[in-house]
Nanobody, 122 residues
Framework: QVQLVESGGGLVQAGGSLRLSCAAS????????MGWFRQAPGKEREFVAA????????YYADSVKGRFTISRDNAKNTVYLQMNSLKPEDTADYYC???????????????WGQGTQVTVSS
């Protein structure tokens, strides 16, 4: 089992930046692909970004491509999501997820965090 805890959310003005962190415990994530998802009020959860177990491959939703960067530090058992040029439509609860299935890009995730809230004001 792996436990995931997100942090770094908050309130930011449009055009600003935030860096989300996802700290894992209970099991190393060095052999897992990691992803970030988000869910806005009244909407379904959507994929944001994913990073392969080594960090050599990344994958982004079109809506965040060029603005968000996913990265990982396996020594710290932590994954990050750097969010730049934030827009009001980026407002959502952000969740990190892990999968140990050896499939890239991942289609399913087995472990989820509790989420961190991001609010972007116009």
């Amino acid at each position: 089992q792996v436990q995931l805890v997100e942090s770094g959310g908050g309130l930011v003005q449009a055009g600003g930046s935030l860096r989300l962190s996802c700290a894992a415990s209970g099991r190393t994530i060095s052999s897992s692909a990691m992803g970030w998802f988000r869910q806005a009020p009244g909407k379904e959860r959507e994929f944001v970004a994913a990073v392969s177990w080594s960090g050599s491959s990344t994958y982004y939703a079109d809506s965040v491509k060029g603005r968000f960067t996913i990265s990982r530090d396996n020594a710290k058992n932590t994954v990050y999501l750097q969010m730049n040029s934030l827009k009001p439509e980026d407002t959502a609860d952000y969740y990190c997820a892990a999968t140990y299935r050896r499939l890239w890009p991942p289609t399913e995730y087995d472990y989820w965090g509790q989420g961190t809230q991001v609010t972007v004001s116009s």
